[in-house]
């Protein structure tokens, strides 16, 4: 029962820091501070990698420092496959890059396909 409440209180004591990294993170992006906000985010999902909330935070910190998001959206909808906000966050994210000019033939799946996607999990 020890070793029960021991792995209990370290697995609630990772989840508090990746939160408090959580709403750091978001705190120095509206401050616009990119920088520290992309490692307070990093901070987050390496305290708490199961968690899509805390993957698409690292995904949408490193789409806003110009950094390579895809692998980060892949992993969140494999983390909650039933879930529109992941999809929809990184179908979102494909548009932005689109319309900066950063659009690549050789993404998979299609920008669209992501969009499809969260519209099967949640249609509106």
Not at 94 to 117: C, F, M, Y
Request: net charge neutral; hydrophobic share 40%.
């Amino acid at each position: 029962a020890t070793l029960v409440f021991l792995l209990c209180a370290v697995w609630m004591q990772r989840v508090v820091g990746a939160e408090d990294a959580r709403r750091a993170a978001f705190e120095l992006a509206q401050k616009g501070d990119m920088a520290d906000s992309l490692e307070k985010a990093e901070e987050a999902n390496s305290l708490d990698s199961q968690s899509a909330r805390m993957t698409l935070l690292l995904a949408g910190a490193k789409d806003r420092a110009g950094q390579d998001s895809e692998s980060l959206y892949k992993r969140a909808t494999q983390l909650q496959p039933t879930s529109a906000i992941p999809w929809h966050r990184w179908g979102q994210s494909r548009i932005e890059r689109e319309k900066a000019g950063q659009v690549s033939t050789q993404w998979n799946p299609p920008t669209l396909q992501l969009l499809d996607e969260a519209l099967k999990r949640d249609p509106l």
